[in-house]
């Protein structure tokens, strides 16, 4: 299990998870899709460890890194929608998430619903709050995705709580590596 699927494991599943799937890869390079054979075996439920098929989820969510910066999305599969959710509180360049916006539908239409359609999805930058420094996107992107999946209100994350979740964070995955 690799770092980024640590991360995501530590986040508490809901009643919600039935209708969800976390994706732990990060696209790079808008133009590479080279990572589509990899990506089908998380359709399919056998990546990551104990993955979950994507058959009757709604929601998608996924940590991006862009260069040094991580920023969360937020998949509506039905409503064919992507969520941006950014710390720093800038737009985020289409381009930058068009292989996301491209390659999800086409995986959709393959393995799950032929009749999804292949045209790309919407995407919408989402109100948020913002890190007050240059390092707390990566914790900032969990939390959102952990506030997201309970259903609480991504408002409520402060900057100044980042210090002490970060050391839970680390507490949680360090202590993952005793569970057998």
């Not at 408002?155 to 970060?166: A, C, G, H, Q, T």
């Amino acid at each position: 299990m690799d770092m980024a699927e640590k991360i995501i494991s530590c986040i508490p599943r809901t009643k919600k998870a039935d209708k969800l799937h976390s994706l732990t890869t990060f696209f790079t390079n808008n133009r590479d899709v080279s990572c589509v054979n990899h990506l089908v075996r998380y359709v399919d439920g056998e990546s990551p460890e104990l993955g979950k098929a994507w058959k009757g989820c709604r929601f998608l969510y996924i940590p991006c890194c862009f260069k040094s910066h991580w920023i969360a999305l937020r998949v509506d599969i039905q409503e064919r929608k992507i969520e941006v959710y950014n710390s720093m509180g800038r737009v985020i360049n289409r381009e930058k998430i068009s292989a996301i916006e491209n390659v999800l539908p086409k995986l959709i239409c393959a393995k799950l619903d032929k009749t999804y359609g292949l045209q790309s999805l919407s995407i919408e930058s989402i109100a948020c709050p913002r890190q007050s420094n240059g390092f707390d996107c990566g914790m900032f992107t969990v939390k959102f995705i952990e506030f997201l999946l309970a259903g609480k209100d991504v408002s409520l994350i402060r900057p100044d709580y980042m210090r002490e979740w970060r050391k839970k964070l680390a507490a949680d995955i360090f202590s993952q590596s005793f569970d057998l």
